[in-house]
């Protein structure tokens, strides 16, 4: 069974500093996807990037970029110039490209503070 | 992308009573699907949603405790029966792209609170 593991339950970053996220995933799968989702104290889950596991090029949206190792199936999510609306709890999924019904397997989520 | 809004956005309920969530999307989509998350919690899959046919649930949910429908391609409802205060929890419902990279949009979520 697909597994995503996130270690770190809390970090802080001082605004516009860089802070990096870490997610690690287990899967005998070739072919999948990677997200990273933000979810605010508003509740609403927002997607930040993806990551296609046959592409190796990290996937980069604006300050939000990732360091995709898939030998070492790791997928970290770096935010750089860290903003106050950056406060969230952000967190990482896995899915296998297996159509519409892929399920989402989610990370135990880290919640990020940011320091003023 | 596609804009979903769920009702009501909270609710709170006496143990023993059950609550209907409704999910509406912006266009049509296969699939829809129901999550929990306790609160400081990751999200748990309940069910897949597929419309015109039942849906598909996941290992500890069952169909009498968590009833859904889908009766066509832009709406869900899924209902949390006879509910205790375990239930008190956030609902949320997504939808999945037909291609990839398959990734899932979520409503703003129905905060539940069972007293």
């Known amino acids: 069974a697909q597994t995503v593991t996130q270690s770190q339950p809390e970090m802080s970053v001082q605004e516009a500093e860089t802070v990096t996220l870490s997610c690690t995933y287990d899967t005998s799968e070739s072919d999948y996807y990677l997200f990273w989702y933000k979810q605010p104290p508003s509740r609403q889950m927002i997607l930040v990037i993806r990551q296609e596991a046959y592409k190796q090029q990290n996937a980069t949206e604006n300050r939000f970029s990732v360091n995709f190792q898939k030998a070492a199936k790791s997928f970290s999510l770096k935010i750089s110039d860290s903003q106050l609306g950056d406060a969230a709890m952000y967190f990482c999924?896995?899915?296998?490209?297996?159509?519409?019904?892929?399920?989402?397997?989610f990370g135990k989520g880290i919640t990020l503070s940011v320091r003023p | 992308s596609a804009v979903i809004s769920q009702k009501p956005s909270r609710d709170i309920c006496q143990r023993g009573t059950s609550l209907t969530i409704q999910c509406q999307v912006d266009s049509q989509v296969t699939m829809m699907f129901w999550y929990r998350q306790q609160p400081g919690q990751s999200l748990t899959l309940i069910a897949t949603?597929?419309?015109?046919?039942?849906?598909?649930?996941e290992s500890g949910f069952v169909i009498d405790k968590f009833p859904i429908s889908r009766p066509n391609l832009t709406f869900s409802t899924l209902t949390v029966s006879n509910m205790s205060p375990e239930d008190s929890s956030i609902y949320l419902c997504s939808v999945g792209l037909a291609a990839g990279p398959y990734e899932q949009y979520f409503g703003p979520g129905t905060r539940l609170t069972v007293t």
């Open positions: 949603a597929n419309q015109g046919s039942e849906a598909t649930y």
């Open positions: 999924a896995y899915t296998t490209a297996t159509g519409a019904n892929s399920k989402l397997t």
